[in-house]
Structures are given as structure tokens and as C-alpha cells.
């Protein structure tokens, strides 16, 4: 990764242009060319260093609710268990810890039923039975903002 590649991903955590030609933009401010910083984009997400490009939204505004997941996952169900939770549209994060519960995810659904509908379903699939449903009563958001220096 390159000054330019980190000029790139400092210009995109906050504040995407939403225009037609978003990279056009970002391109026009960091003095580059639109097809170099759409091809250093795709480079930096297949390399890992970029998970998604996307909005966040408050869940609350949309009528939908939120919930923390944590779940006691044996190590050879790991593998298993992370790719079902991940097929859920409303799983916005997904993480390994160190811990007697070593996987958590957030769950966004348009109701609480339905995220304990699917938790269900994933238990059912996986045989993990020990998942912990932790919804959102009080949400605090922060807005995280990267600074990614030169490394040097």
C-alpha cells in the first residue's frame, strides 16, 4: 500500500460522494485519474483491506431493530457457523474473539421476531446451541474516522 492508496481510503471512509461517478469526484480531488482510483479500490477490497463500500443508516429510523450476538462455538464448527451467519442480509459484522463466546455479530432486522426466528434457524443448521441475543436498547454512535499514515 502506497501514499496514494492511503490518500484514497482516508478520502472514503466519510462523506462518499453520492453522484453518479462517485470515483470521478474522489479522483478530481486527490488530483488522480477515475479509472486509477477505481482500480486501486478494487485492489485494496480484494486484498482484504477494504471490507464494503456502503451506507450506514440508524436502524431505528427505518423501523427495524438492532441486536448484539454472541455465540460459544466450537472449533470445529467455526468455520460453519460464520459462513450461515453470514448469509443473513441484516449481519453487518461478524468477528472472531478469544472467549468462551468467540463469535459476534450485529443482526439488523425489521423486527425483533424475526431476528429470533433466524437465530433460531442458525442454531437448527449449525447445532450451536449457546447464543446470546443481545438487543439494542440504547445506542451511542461514534463516528469512526481512520486517519491511515504514510508508513514510513
Same mark, same amino acid.
Given at each position: 500500500? $502506497? @501514499?496514494? @492508496?492511503?490518500?484514497?481510503?482516508?478520502?472514503?471512509?466519510?462523506? #462518499?460522494?453520492?453522484?453518479?461517478?462517485?470515483?470521478?469526484?474522489?479522483?478530481?480531488?486527490?488530483?488522480?485519474?477515475?479509472? @486509477?482510483?477505481?482500480?486501486? *479500490?478494487?485492489?485494496?477490497?480484494?486484498?482484504?483491506?477494504?471490507?464494503?463500500?456502503?451506507?450506514?443508516?440508524?436502524?431505528?429510523?427505518?423501523?427495524?431493530?438492532? =441486536?448484539?450476538?454472541?455465540?460459544?462455538?466450537?472449533?470445529?464448527?467455526?468455520?460453519?457457523?460464520?459462513?450461515? *451467519?453470514?448469509?443473513?442480509?441484516? *449481519?453487518?459484522?461478524?468477528?472472531?474473539?478469544? $472467549? @468462551?463466546?468467540?463469535?459476534? #455479530? =450485529? #443482526?439488523?432486522?425489521?423486527?425483533?421476531?424475526?431476528?429470533?426466528?433466524?437465530?433460531?434457524?442458525?442454531?437448527?443448521?449449525?447445532?450451536? =446451541?449457546?447464543?446470546?441475543?443481545?438487543?439494542? =436498547?440504547?445506542? #451511542?454512535?461514534?463516528?469512526?474516522?481512520?486517519?491511515?499514515?504514510?508508513?514510513?
Amino acid at each position: 500500500m $502506497d @501514499d496514494i @492508496d492511503r490518500s484514497i481510503l482516508n478520502r472514503i471512509q466519510s462523506d #462518499f460522494p453520492i453522484t453518479s461517478r462517485p470515483f470521478l469526484s474522489i479522483a478530481e480531488e486527490l488530483g488522480l485519474d477515475e479509472a @486509477d482510483v477505481i482500480k486501486r *479500490v478494487s485492489q485494496l477490497k480484494e486484498d482484504d483491506i477494504i471490507r464494503r463500500i456502503g451506507g450506514n443508516f440508524f436502524p431505528e429510523k427505518l423501523g427495524h431493530v438492532s =441486536t448484539l450476538c454472541a455465540a460459544k462455538v466450537p472449533e470445529d464448527k467455526i468455520d460453519l457457523f460464520a459462513k450461515k *451467519v453470514n448469509c443473513y442480509p441484516g *449481519v453487518t459484522h461478524n468477528y472472531l474473539r478469544e $472467549d @468462551d463466546y468467540n463469535i459476534w #455479530f =450485529t #443482526f439488523i432486522s425489521p423486527s425483533k421476531e424475526e431476528i429470533e426466528n433466524n437465530l433460531k434457524e442458525i442454531s437448527e443448521d449449525t447445532g450451536v =446451541t449457546e447464543i446470546l441475543n443481545l438487543p439494542a =436498547t440504547r445506542v #451511542f454512535k461514534i463516528k469512526a474516522q481512520f486517519d491511515v499514515k504514510s508508513g514510513s
